[in-house]
């Protein structure tokens, strides 16, 4: 079979809106080579890689995310390593490291990402800014081992793992910048039983009733870890926004927003907090 005939088997099989965006991702994964050569390839047959191809392709009609497959997820241009363990990363995300990186921060200043994942905003804010210094957490050790070989992997020796449910290990440490992308689905939402959440960590995705619990414990904790002054930056979700303003505002933040994705949804909310 040929590319361009596995790429519409592939293609029906899925029947789906990224039906063939998915198949050029995983033949390409497969194939190790960028999706021009697949259009200027495409008579080339694929001989023995065929069936490993179509076991790709069975894995996602099956609903398996195509981050899970090829292993890699693409975030802020980084290649970046992604398995069960860990949330996949989202270009929805990037719109928290663009924030971080607006903000007028010391050269040398001390960033703290909690429940880093993959590490992928933690990575792409280390790799941008040399001069800070990143620490990234995460409760699970088993993402902390995911961040580590992306952190290796680009090379950053400015940036800190450490294994610590939100605030627990990190006793006495002081940052300029705390952000964090943490779990805001509410139990029982829907979305949890469709697409790609079905493969990921629901304890990176769950948060309590109304999926805030785990922002009111940041944003009472963060305050303790500024060292007098200091920026918030949390995601949350589209719908979350005002209730996150409240939250941050009734902690005592100053100079609260909410900032949208490139989608005009709601997706971060900020404030600055300040030693009374």
């Known amino acids: 079979m040929k590319i361009s005939e596995a790429l519409r088997w592939a293609q029906n099989q899925l029947d789906s809106d990224t039906a063939r965006l998915d198949a050029e991702v995983l033949l390409c994964h497969l194939l190790g080579v960028g999706r ?9 047959d694929l001989g023995r890689q065929l069936n490993t191809f179509k076991k790709m392709i069975e894995r996602r009609r099956c609903g398996e995310p195509v981050a899970h497959i090829t292993g890699v997820r693409e975030f802020w ?27 007028e921060l010391p050269a040398t ?3 703290l990402d909690l429940g880093t994942g993959t590490g992928a905003i933690a990575c792409a804010l280390a790799s941008e800014r040399p001069g800070w210094s990143v620490t990234a957490t995460d409760r699970s050790r088993e993402a902390l081992e995911v961040a580590s070989r992306n952190k290796t992997q680009i090379g950053l020796e400015n940036l800190e793992l450490v294994n610590s449910d939100w605030f627990g290990s ?13 779990p805001y689905i509410a139990e029982g939402d829907e979305h949890l039983s469709s697409g790609d959440v079905r493969f990921e960590p629901k304890t990176a995705l769950v948060s309590g ?16 870890h500024f060292d007098g002054t ?42 600055f907090w300040s030693q009374p």
């Not at 021009?36 to 080339?44: A, K, P």
């Not at 006495?172 to 943490?182: Q, T």
């Open 209 to 224: 009733v109304s999926g805030l619990d785990d922002i009111l414990i940041i944003a009472a904790g963060a305050c303790e």
């Open 77 to 103: 241009s980084l290649p970046l390593q992604v398995t069960p363990a860990t949330l996949i990363p989202r270009p929805d995300t990037e719109t928290l490291v663009e924030w971080c990186l607006d903000q």
């Open 170 to 182: 990190l006793t006495g440490l002081r940052f300029d910048l705390i952000v964090s992308n943490p």
């Open 230 to 271: 200091g920026w918030l930056a949390l995601e949350h979700g589209y719908d979350q926004g005002e209730s996150v303003r409240d939250i941050l505002e009734n902690t005592g933040y100053r100079a609260v927003e909410t900032i949208q994705d490139l989608a005009g949804q709601d997706r971060i909310t900020v404030g």
């Open 109 to 111: 200043a001390r960033v």
């Open 36 to 44: 021009v050569y697949l259009f200027t390839h495409d008579d080339q």
